[in-house]
């Protein structure tokens, strides 16, 4: 989804008994781009592994961090169980506006995306969330709004309950060749240093 090759993640926060959006803060805010995986079942007792892909860091501003140009709408939503994907919208006519609200960033809300909102986890990281898509959609030239992201469902009223929650950051894998390359760059250091010692006195 990313289009980077091999990624590395880095599990910094994993939901305990308890926990709220407080503790989400305090291990993800300020730490780069996350993806944010969570356990989300309905009403009706169905159960799905959902999440967002965030290219920003979190922070507890209680503002929306706004991508004005498509070139940085870069987040998306997914629902792994489904294997559906949704986009950040881009501009259009009539609504080049909607897609810029990338996610919401409150000390209150737990990982919360877009502006409907279009996946909102509350403060006890636990009940009455909900998904009402609005500026992610399946295909970002064409809206898809006010279904859930779980089930395609319209929403009607904050139903979901969140049952695990994990975030990770992201980095790089380096490929072989990269690491072959550092290799014989190592190589060429330790025979250059060697080359400069000092002879030894007689």
Do not use: C
């Not at 599990?11 to 291990?27: Q, R, W």
């Not at 870069?74 to 294997?83: A, E, I, K, R």
């Not at 390359?181 to 400069?196: C, E, N, S």
């Amino acid at each position: 989804w990313l289009g980077e090759g091999r990624l590395a993640l880095t599990n910094i926060y994993s939901k305990a008994a308890g926990d709220t959006s407080a503790d989400f803060h305090k291990a993800s805010d300020g730490k780069g781009r996350t993806f944010s995986v969570m356990e989300a079942t309905n009403a009706q007792g169905q159960t799905w592994l959902i999440g967002g892909y965030n290219p920003q860091s979190w922070n507890s501003s209680g503002n929306f961090h706004q991508t004005p140009a498509d070139a940085e709408r870069t987040g998306f939503l997914f629902n792994l169980t489904s294997g559906a994907l949704h986009r950040q919208m881009l501009s259009q006519e009539n609504s080049e506006s909607t897609g810029s609200y990338q996610t919401y960033n409150a000390a209150n809300t737990g990982p919360t995306f877009g502006l409907g909102h279009d996946l909102y986890v509350p403060e006890d990281l636990t009940h009455n969330g909900y998904s009402w898509l609005y500026s992610y959609s399946a295909d970002p030239m064409q809206p898809q709004q006010r279904l859930s992201l779980l089930d395609g469902s319209v929403y009607v009223t904050p139903d979901i309950t969140y049952g695990a929650i994990q975030i990770f950051t992201i980095s790089a894998v380096p490929e072989p060749a990269t690491y072959g390359l550092l290799l014989a760059g190592l190589g060429v250091l330790v025979v250059a240093r060697r080359g400069r010692r000092p002879a030894s006195l007689a």
